[in-house]
């Protein structure tokens, strides 16, 4: 998944090496999206065996936390993911963020919102 400006200085500065390390330690294939197709093993630029598009290797936060990327050799919070995954492993992360977004370009103001709690 490509990094949005405005996230990118969330991510540490040595990303792309962090990145290669997990998908390194994958052996370069999909692990799978805990849960939901948790034995996927597509190849990196591989046709996926199930969509037939071209395997693009991608590093999840399972917590969404960008600056959360643990230290070398030991990684739980990151896993190598191809984009069937990845995407479906962050679509109800999406679907919130978009909801609040909406909700903020609306003017509406969330209750019930940690962070406007603070």
Known sequence: MPIRPENKARYP???KAISVEVR????????G??????????ANGEPHPVTGSKVVLTV???????ENCGEPGN????MAMCQRCHLTYDAAHHAANAAATRRRK???LDLFDEAAAA
């Open 24 to 31: 390194t330690r994958a052996g370069w294939r999909c692990e």
């Open 13 to 15: 500065k040595n990303w």
């Open 75 to 78: 990684r739980p919070n990151l």
């Open 106 to 108: 609306a003017g509406v």
């Open 60 to 66: 999840a936060h399972l917590d969404h936390i960008p």
């Open 33 to 42: 999206s805990p849960g939901i197709y948790p034995d996927c093993r597509a």
